[in-house]
């Protein structure tokens, strides 16, 4: 009656707070626990959320605003105290695993920004390290999917020459430190943009005939395995093969203006749904068919406050009440296939779990009784 998800899932989730009406981080948490997710990607390093998911072996990714990058750039001092401050007083309680240094810098054509990044992420790393968190916490930053000037077929991905300067020295960051390449990418604009022409099933993990890259005859049955591909290509044509890529934000959203074409609930449901199972199959891209990919979904509520169009504020698989926008089915930690359905989630607590389903069958009791009294009253 109440399925639960018998492994851990795999994919991570993003938890946005553009909004008025979210719940209590301690009650996020005891959500994220009823499903089993044990990653999480913050956009800020909120102290009441790493307070309240302490002990709860949730993995965090933390963030430094875009609004610090030019301070802690031109200041250690700065990049330190922040670490002091939204880093060292969580740990080991609260683990977090790493910090992005700016979001999307790059979409902003902000030059200062753009020249600020790398010695803001390098600021950041010797901070973690001077302060004993080195080894513990990675650092990287989060960059739009339209860094790349192409990305089909996947095995010609490049980035915009335009960008080569700052991606260049931070593609060697990333080699030095270890820290995964982060991008946002987000088939769902390929397909609102042009609908006639983008296939769906293609977009949304739907059984199609796929697309072959020409130059490495591998064949593609999704567009953000392409892009994950397209990705690695272009960090190869810059000599980096040794970093790998994450996925930082991917989504759809249930609901859009009259022209975002495939903002749908039921679209919805089938690009999350089928993603989550792959990614609990373990699976990889065609080019690395042996690294699982690795995921974190945009975004664990609908967020009232976020500007632009409708479908920015409708990418959550919850409201902010707690109930689901549509059930999915999640695939198990093992690959075999369990679901993790929202609609047998909740916001409660245990004690509170336990209040709801003795409240069920109370109600269960009552209607047995009143159908036996309508029963009596027919026969009578």
């Not at 005859?217 to 970093?243: E, F, R, W």
Request: with cysteine.
């Amino acid at each position: 009656m109440f399925p639960a998800v018998s492994a851990q899932q795999k994919f991570g989730i993003n938890y946005g707070q553009i909004a008025n009406d979210l719940p209590d981080p301690t009650r996020v948490a005891g959500l994220l626990q009823s499903m089993n997710v044990n990653k999480v990607k913050l956009y800020d390093a909120d102290p009441r959320v790493l307070t309240a998911f302490a002990n709860t072996g949730v993995e965090f990714i933390i963030a430094v605003g875009n609004e610090n990058l030019q301070t802690m750039a031109a200041s250690p001092a700065a990049a330190r105290q922040w670490v002091a401050t939204h880093v060292q007083p969580y740990i080991p309680a609260t683990r977090i695993t790493c910090v992005t240094v700016g979001n999307e810098v790059f979409f902003s054509n902000d030059t200062v920004m753009m020249s600020s990044l790398l010695p803001a992420m390098k600021a950041v790393y010797a901070a973690l390290g001077d302060l004993g968190l080195g080894t513990q916490v990675t650092v990287s930053s989060a960059h739009s999917v339209n860094v790349l000037a192409t990305s089909f077929p996947p095995s010609s991905g490049a980035f915009r020459e335009d960008l080569a300067e700052y991606i260049q020295p931070i593609l060697d960051f990333h080699g030095q430190t270890g820290s995964p390449f982060l991008i946002n990418a987000y088939p769902f604009f390929a397909y609102k943009a042009n609908p006639g022409s983008v296939s769906l099933p293609y977009v949304l993990f739907e059984p199609n005939p796929g697309v072959r890259d020409p130059n490495t005859n591998l064949s593609y049955d999704n567009m953000l395995y392409a892009q994950i591909d397209a990705v690695y290509a272009a960090m190869k044509a810059m000599g980096h093969t040794d970093v790998g890529v994450r996925i930082s934000e991917t989504g759809w959203p249930s609901k859009g203006d009259d022209d975002e074409t495939g903002a749908t609930v039921q679209n919805a449901a089938a690009y999350n749904g089928n993603l989550m199972q792959r990614i609990a199959m373990n699976q990889g891209t065609p080019l690395k068919p042996n690294v699982p990919i690795d995921v974190y979904v945009f975004a664990l509520f609908n967020e009232d406050m976020k500007p632009g169009p409708a479908s920015e504020r409708n990418y959550g698989l919850f409201y902010p009440n707690g109930s689901p926008v549509y059930a999915i089915n999640a695939g198990s930690g093992s690959g075999s296939g369990g679901s993790l359905n929202p609609y047998y989630t909740s916001l409660f607590s245990s004690s509170s779990k336990l209040a709801v389903s003795t409240t069920f069958l109370t109600e269960r009791v009552i209607l047995l009784l009143l159908l036996q009294a309508i029963v009596i009253l027919l026969q009578s």
